[in-house]
């Protein structure tokens, strides 16, 4: 009989939990495929804005909510395309507002396609140098190796480079699964996350509970 796995605690629900600020856009879904692989090969959970409705009154202490229930945020400022959105920059600024009210609590890091880019959107920020990933789907993957740890220590690059193409093949197949939807909206992207956590276990690549 398949082992039970341990009921987590609210604590390590929180600790496993990664919140993903990023762009919903086909130009980025490779790089979310490789930053949601990383993240699952860590033992972390990634918590998108996907969750929240997207209308109605609450939405952003519903946001506000989901961010404070994870111990870690990745916030992309790559896309500074027209028109303009603000939601990224935004959702940095409640990271930053929950890090200064308890730095024990919460850890942010900003991600970038290109390098020096941010000091000319973001001058605030100065000092803080952000994780570039190329948007690349291996860009993705390497800057979670690189940033977050495991018990035990991380798997190469060239490790779990396997379960990465696997995924990227994949996601032709999620989107059809639910009626060619973009990989960024919450059915098909939730179901990836499904699929790969069982994928790297298959793979050998989960640490054992």
Known sequence: MPRKRRKLSAS????????????????????????????????????????????????????????????????????VNLPVRFNMPFELGLACAIREQNPDHHSFFILEAQPHRIQQHLSDVNGIDPKIHHNTAEGGLTTILETLERPGGNPSVAQVRPLLNVMLSLVPQFRADHGNRPFHSKAVYQSFVAGCFEQAAEMGLLLRN
């Open 12 to 79: 390590d629900k929180r600790a496993r939990s990664v919140f993903l600020n990023v762009p919903y856009d086909d130009a980025f879904d490779n790089t979310l495929v490789g930053l949601t692989v990383a993240l699952i090969v860590l033992g972390r959970v990634p918590r998108l804005t996907l969750e929240v409705a997207d209308g109605g009154q609450g939405r952003l202490k519903r946001i506000f909510d989901l961010l404070k229930s994870c111990a870690v945020s990745f916030h992309d400022l790559s896309f």
